[in-house]
Protein backbone atom coordinates (compact mmCIF):
# COMPACT_ATOMS: atom_id res chain seq x y z
CA UNK A 1 0.00 0.00 0.00
CA UNK A 2 1.03 3.63 -0.75
CA UNK A 3 2.28 5.97 2.12
CA UNK A 4 -0.31 8.82 1.95
CA UNK A 5 2.02 10.63 4.27
CA UNK A 6 5.38 10.35 2.30
CA UNK A 7 6.38 14.04 1.37
CA UNK A 8 8.71 15.23 -1.54
CA UNK A 9 11.47 17.23 0.46
CA UNK A 10 13.95 17.93 -2.72
CA UNK A 11 12.27 20.96 -4.05
CA UNK A 12 11.46 22.22 0.24
CA UNK A 13 15.45 21.51 0.46
CA UNK A 14 16.61 23.84 -2.39
CA UNK A 15 15.22 26.53 -1.17
CA UNK A 16 15.40 27.34 2.99
CA UNK A 17 12.07 28.41 4.14
CA UNK A 18 9.54 26.53 1.99
CA UNK A 19 6.40 25.51 3.82
CA UNK A 20 4.29 22.36 3.14
CA UNK A 21 0.95 21.99 4.90
CA UNK A 22 0.18 18.25 5.35
CA UNK A 23 -3.65 17.70 6.42
CA UNK A 24 -5.37 14.44 5.58
CA UNK A 25 -7.17 11.77 7.64
CA UNK A 26 -5.48 8.46 7.21
CA UNK A 27 -6.60 4.95 7.59
CA UNK A 28 -4.40 3.08 10.60
CA UNK A 29 -4.14 0.35 7.99
CA UNK A 30 -2.34 2.30 5.69
CA UNK A 31 0.17 3.24 8.56
CA UNK A 32 0.55 0.13 9.73
CA UNK A 33 -0.92 0.54 12.44
CA UNK A 34 -3.21 -3.01 14.07
CA UNK A 35 -4.25 -1.76 17.44
CA UNK A 36 -7.25 -2.95 19.85
CA UNK A 37 -7.49 0.54 21.44
CA UNK A 38 -8.11 2.38 18.42
CA UNK A 39 -12.31 3.42 17.23
CA UNK A 40 -12.55 0.62 14.50
CA UNK A 41 -13.61 2.53 11.71
CA UNK A 42 -12.08 6.04 12.56
CA UNK A 43 -9.02 7.36 10.59
CA UNK A 44 -6.14 9.42 12.02
CA UNK A 45 -6.05 12.88 11.68
CA UNK A 46 -3.02 14.54 10.30
CA UNK A 47 -2.47 18.18 10.52
CA UNK A 48 1.24 18.98 10.12
CA UNK A 49 3.23 22.15 8.83
CA UNK A 50 6.84 21.38 7.20
CA UNK A 51 9.29 23.97 6.78
CA UNK A 52 12.52 23.62 5.09
CA UNK A 53 15.67 24.62 6.77
CA UNK A 54 19.01 24.31 4.62
CA UNK A 55 19.72 21.17 5.73
CA UNK A 56 16.49 19.48 7.15
CA UNK A 57 13.00 20.11 7.69
CA UNK A 58 10.85 21.07 10.65
CA UNK A 59 7.55 19.24 11.17
CA UNK A 60 4.80 21.16 13.47
CA UNK A 61 1.66 20.31 14.16
CA UNK A 62 -1.08 17.74 15.81
CA UNK A 63 -1.88 14.16 15.16
CA UNK A 64 -5.05 13.26 17.00
CA UNK A 65 -6.60 9.76 16.74
CA UNK A 66 -9.68 8.27 18.52
CA UNK A 67 -9.64 5.48 21.26
CA UNK A 68 -11.80 3.09 23.29
CA UNK A 69 -11.13 0.79 26.20
CA UNK A 70 -12.22 -0.08 29.52
CA UNK A 71 -12.22 2.35 32.65
CA UNK A 72 -9.70 0.97 34.59
CA UNK A 73 -11.36 1.22 37.92
CA UNK A 74 -15.48 0.21 37.37
CA UNK A 75 -14.77 -1.52 33.82
CA UNK A 76 -17.32 0.35 31.72
CA UNK A 77 -15.96 1.14 27.95
CA UNK A 78 -15.55 4.17 27.00
CA UNK A 79 -14.27 6.00 23.99
CA UNK A 80 -12.07 9.21 23.63
CA UNK A 81 -9.55 11.09 21.69
CA UNK A 82 -5.78 11.91 21.91
CA UNK A 83 -4.17 14.82 20.67
CA UNK A 84 -0.06 14.15 19.95
CA UNK A 85 1.45 17.65 19.75
CA UNK A 86 4.14 17.00 17.27
CA UNK A 87 7.51 19.09 16.78
CA UNK A 88 10.40 16.59 14.71
CA UNK A 89 13.37 17.11 12.53
CA UNK A 90 14.33 15.68 9.51
CA UNK A 91 18.02 15.81 8.27
CA UNK A 92 19.57 14.24 5.34
CA UNK A 93 22.87 14.39 7.19
CA UNK A 94 21.89 13.11 10.56
CA UNK A 95 23.77 15.40 13.22
CA UNK A 96 20.88 15.51 15.78
CA UNK A 97 20.32 12.16 17.69
CA UNK A 98 16.61 12.72 18.09
CA UNK A 99 16.24 12.92 14.29
CA UNK A 100 14.20 11.27 11.55
CA UNK A 101 16.12 10.64 8.60
CA UNK A 102 15.64 12.11 4.48
CA UNK A 103 15.93 9.34 2.87
CA UNK A 104 15.69 9.06 -1.37
CA UNK A 105 14.82 13.31 -1.04
CA UNK A 106 12.02 11.97 0.78
CA UNK A 107 10.13 12.88 4.56
CA UNK A 108 8.28 9.76 5.76
CA UNK A 109 5.45 11.43 8.30
CA UNK A 110 3.88 8.21 8.35
CA UNK A 111 6.52 6.19 10.50
CA UNK A 112 6.35 9.15 12.93
CA UNK A 113 2.36 9.76 13.20
CA UNK A 114 2.27 5.96 13.68
CA UNK A 115 4.79 6.56 16.61
CA UNK A 116 3.42 9.21 18.33
CA UNK A 117 -0.02 7.81 18.23
CA UNK A 118 1.30 4.16 19.26
CA UNK A 119 2.79 6.10 22.64
CA UNK A 120 0.01 8.43 23.26
CA UNK A 121 -2.99 5.90 23.20
CA UNK A 122 -3.68 5.21 26.64
CA UNK A 123 -3.29 1.74 28.09
CA UNK A 124 -5.55 2.29 31.82
CA UNK A 125 -7.95 4.98 30.69
CA UNK A 126 -10.54 6.22 33.34
CA UNK A 127 -14.13 7.19 32.65
CA UNK A 128 -13.87 10.78 34.31
CA UNK A 129 -11.10 11.55 36.93
CA UNK A 130 -13.22 11.35 39.72
CA UNK A 131 -15.04 7.66 38.65
CA UNK A 132 -15.40 5.74 41.97
CA UNK A 133 -14.44 2.34 40.52
CA UNK A 134 -16.02 -0.66 41.94
CA UNK A 135 -16.19 -2.03 45.66
CA UNK A 136 -13.58 -4.64 45.92
CA UNK A 137 -15.92 -6.78 47.93
CA UNK A 138 -19.54 -7.19 46.32
CA UNK A 139 -18.30 -5.72 43.23
CA UNK A 140 -20.97 -2.91 42.77
CA UNK A 141 -20.49 0.01 40.64
CA UNK A 142 -20.00 2.84 43.00
CA UNK A 143 -20.55 5.43 40.89
CA UNK A 144 -24.61 3.96 40.78
CA UNK A 145 -24.74 2.65 43.87
CA UNK A 146 -23.31 2.24 47.74
CA UNK A 147 -23.17 -0.83 49.72
CA UNK A 148 -22.15 -1.25 53.34
CA UNK A 149 -19.19 -3.57 52.59
CA UNK A 150 -16.24 -2.81 55.27
CA UNK A 151 -13.43 -2.24 52.15
CA UNK A 152 -10.84 -0.74 55.15
CA UNK A 153 -8.36 -2.99 56.55
CA UNK A 154 -9.32 -3.32 60.78
CA UNK A 155 -8.38 -0.72 62.72
CA UNK A 156 -6.20 -2.84 65.59
CA UNK A 157 -7.12 -0.40 68.00
CA UNK A 158 -10.86 -1.66 67.52
CA UNK A 159 -10.19 -4.71 67.29
CA UNK A 160 -8.84 -5.15 70.78
CA UNK A 161 -12.04 -3.18 72.03
CA UNK A 162 -13.42 -5.62 70.53
CA UNK A 163 -11.66 -8.52 72.09
CA UNK A 164 -12.28 -6.89 75.53
CA UNK A 165 -16.15 -6.61 74.97
CA UNK A 166 -16.57 -10.55 74.31
CA UNK A 167 -15.21 -11.09 77.58
CA UNK A 168 -17.62 -8.90 79.57
CA UNK A 169 -20.37 -10.45 81.09
CA UNK A 170 -23.79 -9.77 79.16
ZN1 LIG B 1 -15.05 4.37 35.52
ZN1 LIG C 1 -19.57 -3.64 48.41
Redesign the pocket.
Known amino acids: MRNPLLVNALEMLRRPGTQKVVSMSVAPALLDIDDARLLPGHEIEVDLLCESLSDGVVVDGAVRADFRGD??????P?TGTVTVDVHELYQVNLTDPDAFPIENDQIDLGAMVRESVLLDLPDAP???PD???LCPVCGI?R?EARCSCVTASPDPRWAGLEAIRDQLPE
Open positions: CRRCLALVCRCAGDN
